[in-house]
């Protein structure tokens, strides 16, 4: 009777994660879209061509899924440390570095050029650490910063905790989420508790203030 139930619940899990892990290649479909938007609207920046839209597909569906297979290699060490007290966040942002660089690599083609490295603080952890700030006008952006080869975390929107993968590499790197509309009092105090907690250990914050991609206007 219990093997059935064991067997019975881990059918159940394998189910769920085949739908989780399936549902990459079309929320990706969903990224492309968006970064079409993004693209198209002015006479500023060229179209993205069919081969465009292909690379940002791949781009997303390699993102998503190194997170996924490095969070869940990451998996036991969490629940063990719940228990010993300890956690997984550095090798989380190791998964989150790595898939950063491999996909921009891939899709991109040449390293970015990184200019004015020198007037970064130290990445000694002292304290107060700096808080760092950019803008975001394509999906490659959120590659591009993990080249400054420094460890911090992000303040998102909430709705990326649902990303297959990506959400749950960035809650095993204790991330901090923030509901941006509604009722989120309580949201804004846990952004501002859990964003001082990392700067005073030594650990920046990075985010960009437009809280969302820009889209490119004539005027």
């Known amino acids: 009777m219990l093997s059935d139930q064991l067997n019975m619940a881990a059918a159940a899990l394998k189910t769920i994660f085949t739908i989780y892990s399936a549902s990459i290649l079309f929320i990706s479909v969903t990224s492309v879209l968006q970064e079409r938007r993004i693209w198209n609207p002015s006479p500023l920046v060229p179209s993205l061509s069919v081969f465009g839209h292909v690379r940002v597909y791949c781009f997303n569906v390699l993102w998503m899924g190194l997170t996924l297979m490095g969070g869940v290699l990451l998996l036991p060490k969490y629940f063990v440390g719940k228990i010993f007290g300890f956690d997984c966040q550095y090798e989380a942002y190791l998964v989150e570095r790595f898939t950063a660089e491999m996909c921009f690599f891939l899709f991109v083609g040449a ?3 990184i200019r004015g490295m020198e007037n970064l603080p130290p990445d000694d952890g002292s304290i107060p650490a700096p808080v760092y700030v950019a803008n975001h006008a394509s999906q490659i952006d959120v590659a ?3 080249f400054i080869g420094r460890r911090f975390k992000w303040i998102s929107k909430n709705s990326v905790r649902y990303l297959p993968g990506v959400g749950l590499i960035m809650s095993l790197s204790q991330h901090v989420f923030i509901q941006r509309t509604g009722k989120n009092k309580k949201s804004v105090s846990n952004l501002y ?7 005073q250990s030594g650990l920046p914050m990075f985010f960009f203030p437009q809280g969302e991609l820009i889209f490119v206007q004539d005027n």
């Open 111 to 113: 390293r970015p050029e």
């Open 144 to 146: 591009v910063v993990y």
């Open 193 to 199: 508790q859990q964003s001082n907690k990392a700067i």
